[in-house]
């Protein structure tokens, strides 16, 4: 709706890399919910859709020694870099972790990651050898079990980006510490850089946002679902009587800012009773039972 102003398009990407946390429930409801919002986009695709390229991709990075295969355990690959420790296995030739990567690929080296090769003594740790793809047996709910093996989103997000024609790149200042991991991988497989914008994520006064903290009252029964009214998701906000109109106005005002805030549903419901005010006709009802019938002579 406001791509307009720089005749710019929108590309619509589903993150799906991890089938452990992926549900097609979830993808139905995104893409309702942006319909309801009156967002509209030039292109829908998935991750998914690009895993052979991005397996192609990290052939090309362990040919020019710019990754690696490894099994050390998780909690010791954990340690050895926020200890700043090289692994055992990244002097390992380039003959043997092709060997492995493929032997991954099939399912037949579980106990393996692959791993790019950074800068284990850098300060930003984002930088110390991160995974970027790794072994998973869960089918996957749009490929099955045709892959045994997902790239990590840090890995996938920056190449698929440059791959689908991504010129501006926005992210909230959370991610901070990882635009030079995004960078690298750019540069790493020889891709142009991007413009990146940081800007701060919404915060909401006294209210849980994480997906996660909100799925375990989902799960738990504790609410009816998604659209509970007491979730600050826009189904559960659209059924407390907030308007699509005022959740436009709400977003555009916060505009690009950097700096982190704290918002109040004050404001939210000021928008909306600004809005819905001059078209919403109010009554006023008495309950039957504690009603009292009152009968006015003399009157004009």
Same mark, same amino acid.
Request: hydrophobic residues 35%; glycine residues 4%.
């Given at each position: 709706?406001?791509?307009?102003?720089?005749?710019?398009?929108?590309?619509?990407?589903?993150?799906?890399?991890?089938?452990?946390?992926?549900?097609?429930?979830?993808?139905?409801?995104?893409?309702?919910?942006?319909?309801?919002?009156?967002?509209?986009?030039?292109?829908?695709?998935?991750?998914?859709?690009?895993?052979?390229?991005?397996?192609?991709?990290?052939?090309?990075?362990?040919?020019?020694?710019?990754?690696?295969?490894?099994?050390?355990?998780? @909690?010791?690959?954990?340690?050895?870099?926020?200890?700043?420790?090289?692994?055992?296995?990244?002097?390992?030739?380039?003959?043997?972790?092709?060997?492995?990567?493929?032997?991954?690929?099939?399912?037949?080296?579980?106990?393996?990651?692959? =791993?790019?090769?950074?800068?284990?003594?850098?300060?930003?740790?984002?930088?110390?050898?991160?995974?970027?793809?790794?072994?998973?047996?869960?089918?996957?709910? =749009?490929?099955?079990?045709?892959?045994?093996?997902?790239?990590?989103?840090?890995?996938?997000?920056?190449?698929?980006?440059?791959?689908?024609?991504?010129?501006?790149?926005?992210?909230?200042? @959370?991610?901070?510490?990882?635009?030079?991991?995004?960078?690298?991988?750019?540069?790493?497989?020889?891709?142009?850089?991007?413009?990146?914008?940081?800007?701060?994520?919404?915060?909401?006064?006294?209210?849980?946002?994480?997906?996660?903290?909100?799925?375990?009252?989902?799960?738990?029964?504790?609410?009816?679902?998604?659209?509970?009214?007491?979730?600050?998701?826009?189904?559960?906000?659209?059924?407390?009587?907030? =308007?699509?109109?005022?959740?436009?106005?709400?977003?555009?005002?916060?505009?690009?800012?950097?700096?982190?805030?704290?918002? @109040?549903?004050?404001?939210?419901?000021?928008?909306?009773?600004?809005?819905?005010?001059?078209?919403?006709? =109010?009554?006023?009802?008495?309950?039957?039972?504690?009603?009292?019938?009152?009968?006015?002579?003399?009157?004009?």
């Amino acid at each position: 709706r406001y791509d307009y102003a720089y005749a710019g398009e929108m590309l619509f990407r589903f993150d799906d890399t991890n089938p452990e946390k992926e549900k097609n429930e979830f993808v139905e409801a995104i893409i309702e919910d942006t319909k309801t919002l009156g967002i509209t986009w030039k292109r829908l695709s998935y991750m998914s859709d690009y895993f052979d390229y991005c397996f192609d991709v990290m052939r090309g990075m362990i040919r020019n020694d710019k990754a690696f295969m490894d099994n050390t355990p998780v @909690e010791q690959m954990r340690e050895e870099r926020n200890k700043k420790i090289e692994s055992a296995c990244r002097n390992n030739s380039i003959e043997k972790n092709l060997e492995l990567f493929e032997l991954m690929l099939a399912g037949k080296a579980d106990e393996y990651c692959l =791993r790019a090769k950074i800068d284990m003594q850098n300060n930003n740790g984002a930088l110390r050898d991160p995974v970027i793809a790794r072994p998973c047996s869960t089918p996957h709910q =749009r490929t099955g079990t045709k892959y045994k093996a997902y790239p990590m989103y840090d890995f996938a997000c920056p190449i698929l980006d440059s791959y689908e024609g991504v010129t501006h790149v926005l992210r909230t200042n @959370e991610y901070a510490d990882r635009i030079p991991q995004y960078q690298w991988m750019l540069k790493a497989v020889g891709l142009p850089p991007m413009e990146i914008y940081e800007y701060s994520r919404l915060n909401l006064e006294y209210t849980v946002l994480s997906k996660r903290k909100l799925n375990w009252f989902v799960d738990t029964g504790r609410v009816e679902g998604w659209n509970d009214p007491r979730f600050p998701t826009l189904r559960g906000v659209l059924r407390r009587g907030i =308007r699509v109109e005022t959740l436009i106005e709400f977003m555009l005002e916060q505009g690009p800012s950097k700096r982190s805030n704290l918002m @109040e549903w004050d404001k939210l419901w000021a928008i909306n009773k600004r809005i819905i005010d001059p078209i919403c006709p =109010r009554y006023v009802a008495v309950s039957v039972e504690k009603a009292s019938r009152i009968t006015i002579v003399n009157g004009p």
